[in-house]
């Protein structure tokens, strides 16, 4: 089994900046690709950052330029960086992420949710 746990939401000011972090632990080789999903009230989960199994992040139109995908391998982490935060990006964002397990099996997995609310 593997287990996330996402850290770093909080309450910021509109043109702040927030680092989000989900770390995987289990049985883990290594993980894949990753990305972060953001939900508001009455919608649907949108996902808003990708990184591939290969490292090529991808992001949804409106997060382009301000927000940025990354992992650290080693730490079984990875990250969202938020900059120039707008009050739309408000919402509880989870992470997704694919991992190769030790018995060379593959897992997907959520995070619990982490809350980021921008005050304009």
């Known amino acids: 089994q593997v287990q996330l746990v996402e850290s770093g939401g909080g309450l910021v000011q509109a043109g702040g900046s927030l680092r989000l972090s989900c770390t995987a632990s289990g049985s883990i080789l290594r993980i894949n690709a990753a990305g972060w999903y953001r939900q508001v009230p009455g919608k649907q989960r949108e996902q808003v950052a990708f990184?591939?199994?290969?490292?090529?992040?991808n992001y949804v139109d409106s997060v382009k330029g301000r927000f940025t995908i990354s992992r650290d391998l080693d730490k079984h982490t990875v990250y969202l960086q938020m900059n120039s935060l707008k009050p739309e990006d408000t919402g509880t964002y989870y992470c997704n992420v694919d991992t190769l397990m030790v018995d060379y099996g593959f897992s997907s997995s959520w995070g619990q949710g982490t809350q980021v609310t921008v005050s304009s």
């Open positions: 990184i591939s199994t290969g490292g090529s992040p």
